[in-house]
């Protein structure tokens, strides 16, 4: 079967900035083309999510949302040292698309 982009399902939620729906390669497990999911344990000192269990936050970008941000410098590329050793830290940069 080749299915076709708008066969697939779209995920369960749009793009986080600018609301396009986007369609869900993976049918279910929120895998959207042309787009990136980001997530977050959460972390201390946010004042919103911080819940120390086992749960995500989870967003969609799509790909023009993600190319205009990091046009105009809000988008950083972490970067941790080969094998990770424990310890280690990671290096941040400006990350532009090609
Ligand atoms: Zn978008």
């Not at 929120?30 to 997530?39: G, H, I, V, Y």
């Not at 410098?73 to 280690?88: D, F, H, I, S, Y």
Request: charged share 25%.
């Amino acid at each position: 079967m080749n299915a076709k982009r708008h066969d697939y399902p779209d995920t369960m939620i749009p793009c986080f900035r600018c609301g396009k729906p986007l369609k869900d390669w993976s049918a279910g497990n929120n895998q959207p083309f042309d787009a990136l999911e980001f997530s977050s344990y959460g972390h201390y000192p946010s004042s919103l999510f911080d819940p120390g269990d086992a749960s995500e936050l989870v967003v969609n970008l799509c790909d023009d949302c993600i190319r205009a941000g990091a046009t105009q410098g809000r988008v950083l590329r972490r970067t941790w040292p080969e094998g990770r050793p424990r310890g280690a830290m990671p290096s941040y940069e400006p990350w532009r698309p090609k």
